[in-house]
């Protein structure tokens, strides 16, 4: 799943990325060789915690810093991709379109972003037990979530689709 999420990333060969609410890393450390020794992966989280174990774990081109989506400490237009698997719905929701805001500011112009969320799955009896089963993430359908989200912020959707298992992306670029 995450193999997969890279990819519909686009990420290339030199590729300057960001993974908002990175978590542990692992998303970031799939994107790592990908991007080559070229390129960087860069990740941010609110958690120390978090930070830290990514921090044990990084590949050469992989660096952690500790940070909120919605004020993201980079330069402006300093990334070619950014990233960001099931970490929005954690993002305060008054503070998502300032997130949202921040990727279109720091990806280059022509640059891709990619979300990921849970969703419920597509079986109704399933979808009723999954809020009870797996949290909060699961009650909801993420297009709820993302719906103008992207847009919000200046970019143009290109794709969006379902992933197994229970996956919902979204893909946009900033128009150069
Ligand atoms: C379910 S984890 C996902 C981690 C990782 N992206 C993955 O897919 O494994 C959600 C992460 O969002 C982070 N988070 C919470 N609030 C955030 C915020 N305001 N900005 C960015 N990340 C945030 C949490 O600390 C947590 O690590």
């Given at each position: 799943?995450?193999?997969?999420?890279?990819?519909?990333?686009?990420?290339?060969?030199?590729?300057?990325?960001?993974?908002?609410?990175?978590?542990?890393?692992?998303?970031?450390?799939?994107?790592?060789?990908?991007?080559?020794?070229?390129?960087?992966?860069?990740?941010?989280?609110?958690?120390?915690?978090?930070?830290?174990?990514?921090?044990?774990?990084?590949?050469?081109?992989?660096?952690?810093?500790?940070?909120?989506?919605?004020?993201?400490?980079?330069?402006?237009?300093?990334?070619?991709?950014?990233?960001?698997?099931?970490a929005v719905?954690?993002?305060?929701?008054d503070a998502?379109?300032?997130?949202?805001?921040?990727?279109?500011?720091?990806?280059?112009?022509?640059?891709?972003?990619?979300?990921?969320?849970?969703?419920?799955?597509?079986?109704?009896?399933?979808?009723?037990?999954?809020?009870?089963?797996?949290?909060?993430?699961?009650?909801?359908?993420?297009?709820?979530?993302?719906?103008?989200?992207?847009?919000?912020?200046?970019?143009?959707?290109?794709?969006?689709?379902?992933?197994?298992?229970?996956?919902?992306?979204?893909?946009?670029?900033?128009?150069?």
């Amino acid at each position: 799943m995450f193999t997969r999420l890279a990819s519909l990333a686009g990420v290339r060969p030199g590729h300057r990325v960001l993974d908002v609410g990175c978590g542990t890393g692992y998303l970031s450390r799939i994107i790592a060789p990908v991007a080559g020794a070229g390129g960087h992966v860069t990740g941010i989280d609110p958690s120390a915690a978090m930070i830290g174990h990514a921090r044990d774990r990084a590949p050469a081109n992989c660096s952690y810093q500790v940070g909120e989506g919605q004020a993201l400490d980079f330069p402006d237009a300093s990334f070619d991709v950014v990233v960001s698997s099931l970490a929005v719905h954690h993002i305060p929701a008054d503070a998502r379109p300032a997130a949202a805001r921040e990727m279109f500011r720091v990806l280059r112009p022509g640059g891709r972003v990619l979300i990921a969320e849970s969703r419920p799955p597509a079986n109704p009896l399933l979808a009723r037990l999954a809020g009870p089963l797996f949290g909060a993430a699961m009650r909801h359908d993420p297009r709820d979530l993302l719906a103008g989200l992207l847009p919000g912020a200046g970019f143009t959707v290109e794709d969006d689709g379902e992933l197994p298992i229970m996956l919902y992306y979204v893909r946009g670029v900033r128009p150069a």
